[in-house]
Nanobody, 114 residues
């Protein structure tokens, strides 16, 4: 059974930094971080392919950095200059492209106080 184990998160003041990490129990084409704020839809924050490609939501470009270690099966998200609007539950996601499979972590809370 595939497992995605997340760590990091917590409470930080605006302008502060946090780092999220996720370790997978298998190999995946794409690993990503999504977030969901109360009353909002889940949205992509950043993704990284096994080949090294990355993608970011416009709202986090220049502030967040995603990194992936294929050997350790981990994806990390360094979040700097955090804003109150970054407050959400952050979920680790892993995908196999073919045949398509999609897995989610349990989520970790990030709260940014103003």
């Amino acid at each position: 059974q595939v497992q995605l184990v997340e760590s990091g998160g917590g409470l930080v003041q605006a302008g502060g930094s946090l780092r999220l990490s996720c370790t997978a129990s298998g190999d995946f084409n794409v690993m990503a971080w999504y977030r969901q704020a109360p009353g909002a839809q889940r949205e992509l924050v950043a993704s990284a392919t096994s080949g090294g490609g990355t993608n970011y939501a416009d709202s986090v470009k220049g502030r967040f950095t995603v990194s992936r270690d294929n050997a350790r099966r981990t994806i990390s998200l360094q979040m700097n200059n955090l804003k109150p609007e970054d407050t959400a539950v952050y979920y680790c996601n892993a995908k196999v492209v073919w045949p398509f499979r999609d897995y989610w972590g349990q989520g970790t809370q990030v709260t940014v106080s103003s």
